[in-house]
């Protein structure tokens, strides 16, 4: 049987501090599948996930899952158990991804410039031993900006403020050096690059807020950067989404700084699908519209199980 003739579910919602994106997302996804023909319903994420697989028959998933559960294989487990195809990246690949420090050993391994960084648990030390201002610190598993914290001074009671905050949300903080310059990113599709596209928010900060709603944040597509430099963007996310492992549609996030040197900061690997989303934007630079983005990511759906 083919994608196209099973029934569809729309997973989103969800349990986290993204749940209302995710909604966002899923909902922009569904009109898409209907739009294209497909049979498709939403499930909202719960504890009675299985229950609703099973009562509304789902055959296949769209994942529009964001932050933990949804995004960090855990759900990808649940169908992988139940044989459910799903769209995006396995269960091993989605943990690596979420996990900035896993995912940090993972772009250092394959020689991907990064940001120069240390970790912090919450029951070590707990203040940056290598990693002077400006820095960023965050949680290790978490998006969406969600508990990120931009520190331009050594006052100690700032930087302690910023990792009570990280460790709020998780037990690991990220510490990184803060890299000055645009902030770019790419999208990958089933292993090839797609546009990149230049982040301008509001203030200088790609918070929450700026993420979403409309008018924050100016983005370019395509990005405006010598041709050369983009090159180097689209190669290093095709790098990193294969270091992790991934599958389907992914994103990778970079600084470049005036010098021209390219940073990767992370790959996400299920992007937003919302009417601001950077995903639908990177894709358009290649000449790809939201409903021929959706399909193609429907169409790679599957389960990694044997």
Known sequence: MRIKDKRIGVLMGGFGSEREV??????????????SGYDAVAIDVGDDLIEKLRDERI????????GPVGEDGIVQG?????????????????????????????????????????????????FPQCIKPPMVIKPSRQGSTVGVSIINTGDPDIIQDALTLAFS??????VEEFIPGAEITVGVLDGEALGCV??????????????????????LAPAPIPEPVAERVRNYGVMAYNALGCRGAARADFRVTPEGEVKIL??????GLTSTSLLPKSAGVVGMDFNNLVER??????????
Do not use: C
């Open 59 to 66: 055959e296949a998933a769209f994942i529009a899952l964001h």
């Open 78 to 126: 649940v169908l992988e158990f139940l044989r459910i195809p799903y769209t995006g990246s396995g269960v091993l690949a989605s943990a690596y991804a979420m996990d900035k420090r896993l995912a940090k050993r993972a772009f250092e391994a394959e020689g991907i410039p990064t940001a120069k960084w240390e970790t912090l648990h919450s029951n070590g030390p707990r």
């Open 169 to 174: 949300l998780d037990e690991w903080a990220l």
């Open 22 to 35: 995710s909604l966002s997302s899923g909902k922009a996804v569904l009109a898409s599948l209907k739009a």
């Open 198 to 219: 230049e982040i301008r928010p509001e203030g200088g900060f790609y918070d929450y807020e700026r993420k979403y709603t409309p008018g924050k944040t100016q983005y």
């Open 297 to 306: 990511m429907m169409a790679g759906a599957k389960y990694e199980r044997p």
């Open 266 to 271: 992370e790959v996400n690997t299920i992007p």
